[in-house]
């Protein structure tokens, strides 16, 4: 039963990114702008509803995955904290 839902996981997810990519093709099809733009709409609409129950039907394990996977931005660390300058130095006045 479990390696069911997986596989239908994995449907819904390859769905959503079919549906992702239909965006870019969509223009070229020769609708009016009115008809792209609601098409366009449907499609992010369907391909948010989709990956979303990809990731609920494959589990934590692979929404983990993902996270890191797709992770473009690190957390601050001690380190990392920008340093602060001391105006008064920096200009040679005193802010009263």
Excluded: C, D, H
């Excluded at 070229?28 to 129950?53: D, M, P, R, V, W």
């Amino acid at each position: 039963m479990k390696r069911w839902i997986k596989t239908i996981g994995y449907i819904t997810l390859l769905t959503s990114l079919m549906l992702w990519l239909a965006i870019a093709i969509v223009p070229f099809l020769g609708y009016s702008k009115g008809q792209i733009a609601g098409i366009i709409t449907g499609l992010i609409i369907a391909g948010e509803i989709t990956f979303y129950l990809g990731i609920a039907l494959l589990g934590k394990t692979i929404y983990m995955a993902l996270k890191q996977r797709f992770m473009f931005w690190k957390p601050k660390t001690a380190e990392s904290k920008p340093v602060e300058v001391n105006r008064e130095e920096e200009t040679g006045q005193r802010s009263e």
